[in-house]
């Protein structure tokens, strides 16, 4: 096989090779394009998670279509079986919600890094909020202690201990973007994650098979992949759940921030803004001119992250 910088390897035929493409998506012909895709060890190793969610999964759920092509009744069977397995599983009664966008609404979020001191109360909110496991204490937030001059993420540390603020840092929260180009969205053979009309980007959790693409795609290493199935108390479960969102997700699959759907899209604020003690974090509709974020973006000199890449976030940073 050979490979140059300009060019797509080449198989022992001579043959461009290239990620699958799935014309009409199906779970046999992911799987069948991934098999073509990897050696077989390679293969074997790769989806141990999804042959272990494979094999707690259903024959109702391993069947279910894509999220884009259920009628409402068979969104109401679906979210009805899930509200069961919560119970069954977790011991706990769930509601979960199908929350659409709210019509001319853009959400987008923003960050005053000269109030932000990394005390990091918004990775524990989000950490509650969304029903991340207990035991690795996943969140969809990270956030990195920062030395003064830079917006270079890879001089960040997210390990930082002691005293917060400290003179010579900075502190810079990154989550999901909720890019208007999102590359995560583009890589995905299945189709299973999507922006949305008000600019968030979801997963269709019971649709994602699982390949990593999209995670190793996000250039702001903002989504996280199910290891193992997530481990928390009955009595901490956070019960007000949406199909989109923060519902108790399978094991084997990518999943991300959603501005906490769930609440935004029912008027609320994201968990992590209302747990920020220090008021750094904003967050609204872009397209209403009366809002606070839209006075930001006009009367502040803003920052994105790695404008160079072209994802063009909705995800904003400002110092006063």
């Given at each position: 096989?050979?490979?140059?910088?300009?060019?797509?390897?080449?198989?022992?035929?001579?043959?461009?090779?290239?990620?699958?493409?799935?014309?009409?998506?199906?779970?046999?012909?992911?799987?069948?394009?991934?098999?073509?895709?990897?050696?077989?060890?390679?293969?074997?190793?790769?989806?141990?998670?999804?042959?272990q969610a494979a094999e707690r999964?259903?024959?109702?759920?391993f069947m279910q279509s894509h999220?884009?092509?259920?009628?409402?009744?068979?969104?109401?069977?679906?979210?009805?079986?899930?509200?069961?397995?919560?119970?069954?599983?977790?011991?706990?009664?769930?509601?979960?919600?199908?929350?659409?966008?709210?019509?001319?609404?853009?959400?987008?979020?923003?960050?005053?890094?000269?109030?932000?001191?990394?005390?990091?109360?918004?990775?524990?909110?989000?950490?509650?909020?969304?029903?991340?496991?207990?035991?690795?204490?996943?969140?969809?937030?990270?956030?990195?202690?920062?030395?003064?001059?830079?917006?270079?993420?890879?001089?960040?540390?997210?390990?930082?201990?002691?005293?917060?603020?400290?003179?010579?840092?900075?502190?810079?929260?990154?989550?999901?973007?909720?890019?208007?180009?999102?590359?995560?969205?583009?890589?995905?053979?299945?189709?299973?994650?999507?922006?949305?009309?008000?600019?968030?980007?979801?997963?269709?959790?019971?649709?994602?098979?699982?390949?990593?693409?999209?995670e190793a795609a996000c250039p702001?290493?903002?989504?996280?992949?199910?290891?193992?199935?997530?481990?928390?108390?009955?009595?901490?479960?956070?019960?007000?759940?949406?199909?989109?969102?923060?519902?108790?997700?399978?094991?084997?699959?990518?999943?991300?921030?959603?501005?906490?759907?769930?609440?935004?899209?029912?008027?609320?604020?994201?968990?992590?803004?209302?747990?920020?003690?220090?008021?750094?974090?904003?967050?609204?509709?872009?397209?209403?001119?009366?809002?606070?974020?839209?006075?930001?973006?006009?009367?502040?000199?803003?920052?994105?992250?790695?404008?160079?890449?072209?994802?063009?976030?909705?995800?904003?940073?400002?110092?006063?």
């Amino acid at each position: 096989m050979t490979t140059t910088n300009d060019s797509p390897p080449k198989g022992e035929d001579g043959r461009d090779r290239s990620l699958p493409v799935i014309a009409n998506p199906s779970r046999r012909t992911a799987v069948k394009g991934a098999f073509a895709t990897l050696g077989a060890a390679a293969f074997v190793a790769a989806v141990s998670p999804l042959r272990q969610a494979a094999e707690r999964t259903s024959a109702a759920e391993f069947m279910q279509s894509h999220y884009k092509r259920l009628t409402d009744e068979d969104k109401r069977k679906i979210i009805e079986r899930l509200e069961a397995e919560a119970k069954e599983n977790h011991g706990v009664e769930v509601e979960i919600a199908d929350d659409r966008p709210i019509p001319g609404t853009k959400f987008v979020y923003a960050i005053n890094l000269s109030v932000c001191n990394g005390n990091g109360k918004c990775v524990e909110a989000c950490h509650k909020e969304n029903n991340h496991d207990r035991s690795t204490g996943q969140s969809y937030i990270r956030v990195l202690e920062m030395p003064k001059g830079t917006m270079d993420m890879e001089e960040g540390n997210t390990t930082y201990s002691g005293v917060v603020p400290k003179d010579d840092k900075f502190y810079l929260p990154v989550q999901c973007q909720q890019c208007d180009e999102p590359p995560c969205v583009d890589v995905c053979p299945v189709k299973a994650t999507w922006k949305e009309e008000d600019g968030i980007v979801v997963v269709d959790y019971n649709w994602c098979i699982g390949c990593r693409y999209c995670e190793a795609a996000c250039p702001y290493h903002a989504r996280r992949f199910n290891w193992k199935q997530a481990e928390i108390p009955a009595e901490e479960i956070n019960p007000d759940q949406s199909y989109l969102s923060n519902r108790l997700r399978p094991v084997g699959v990518v999943e991300k921030c959603t501005y906490c759907l769930h609440r935004t899209r029912r008027g609320k604020l994201p968990a992590c803004l209302e747990a920020c003690p220090t008021g750094a974090r904003v967050f609204g509709n872009i397209l209403d001119p009366d809002s606070n974020i839209r006075w930001i973006l006009e009367n502040k000199r803003v920052y994105i992250l790695k404008e160079e890449l072209g994802t063009k976030p909705a995800f904003f940073y400002y110092f006063d």
